[in-house]
């Protein structure tokens, strides 16, 4: 089945980096766009920006621009999305979420998540 | 604050219909089709509706969506203990060029 499964938790503190990878299974990898959300604690979702893993464009949402790197190997089917300058705001869950293809905002299946937790 | 309005939360009887309204602008809403996402605790959001008003593949027609000017609407009959949970809308924004979220409304069962 279409399935989405991302890497495991991971505490980071002030000013590191993170990757999280996202492998797709179930479908043609190729075939939609993968984009990242993320969820802080108690609070609403927020776009972070897509990955085309076709051709590698990328395009960031305004706040994460310079501080996120999206990448894809489609030899694995995996995308992943790379953070640096880590704060402690940067606390949350991160998602994989694979695009309805013409409907933008439409996500029709999720990662599991992963939390990432930005600590001294 | 997002630039998408919801109630903080909402409440109602099994059985019940209910009405969650997302209220934008018209650089969101008032250009941009809505998607509305439900999200149990611990688990990752699940599409509901998506293009204003359609229905993914195994959505129960219990639930519905519409939208008018900038705002739109998720309605849910026939209410079951198994809807609680975080209801949240989405659409683009053409002015923050950006893809919004709502505040998210928690739906009570009583």
């Given at each position: 089945?279409?399935?989405?499964?991302?890497?495991?938790?991971?505490v980071?503190?002030?000013?590191?980096?993170v990757?999280?990878?996202?492998k797709?299974?179930g479908?043609?990898?190729?075939?939609?766009?993968?984009?990242?959300?993320?969820?802080?604690p108690?609070?609403?979702?927020?776009w972070?920006?897509?990955?085309?893993?076709?051709?590698?464009d990328?395009r960031?949402?305004q706040?994460?621009?310079?501080r996120v790197t999206?990448?894809?190997?489609t030899s694995l089917?995996?995308?992943?999305?790379?953070m640096?300058?880590?704060?402690?705001d940067?606390?949350?869950?991160y998602?994989?979420a694979?695009?309805?293809?013409?409907y933008?905002g439409?996500f029709?299946?999720?990662?599991?998540?992963?939390?990432?937790?930005v600590?001294? | 604050?997002?630039?998408?309005?919801q109630?903080?939360?909402?409440s109602?009887?099994?059985?019940q219909?209910?009405?969650i309204?997302?209220?934008?602008?018209?650089?969101?809403?008032?250009?941009n089709?809505v998607?509305?996402y439900?999200?149990?605790?611990?688990?990752?959001p699940k599409?509901?509706?998506y293009?204003?008003?359609?229905?993914?593949?195994g959505?129960?027609?219990r639930?519905s969506?519409?939208?008018?000017g900038?705002s739109a609407s998720l309605?849910?009959?026939?209410?079951?203990?198994?809807d609680e949970?975080?209801?949240?809308?989405?659409?683009w924004?053409?002015k923050?060029?950006?893809?919004?979220f709502?505040?998210?409304?928690k739906?009570?069962?009583?």
């Open positions: 089945q279409v399935q989405l499964a991302q890497s495991g938790a991971e980071k503190k002030p000013g590191a980096s990757k999280v990878s996202c797709a299974s479908y043609t990898f190729t075939g939609h766009y993968l984009h990242w959300v993320r969820q802080a108690g609070q609403g979702p927020v972070m920006g897509w990955i085309d893993p076709n051709s590698g990328t960031y949402a706040r994460f621009q310079g999206m990448t894809r190997d089917s995996t995308v992943s999305m790379e640096e300058g880590l704060t402690s940067d606390t949350a869950v998602y994989c694979r695009y309805k293809t013409g933008v439409a029709d299946m999720w990662g599991q998540g992963t939390l990432v937790t600590s001294s | 604050q997002s630039a998408l309005t109630p903080p939360s909402a109602g009887t099994p059985g219909r209910i009405i309204s997302c209220s934008g602008g018209t650089s969101n809403v008032g250009t089709s998607n509305w439900l999200q149990l605790p611990g688990t990752a599409l509901l509706i293009s204003s008003n359609q229905r993914p593949s959505v129960p027609d639930f969506g519409s939208k008018s900038t309605a849910i009959s026939g209410l079951q203990s198994e949970a975080d209801y949240y809308c989405a659409t924004d053409d923050l060029d950006d893809l919004i709502g505040g998210g409304t739906l009570t069962v009583l």
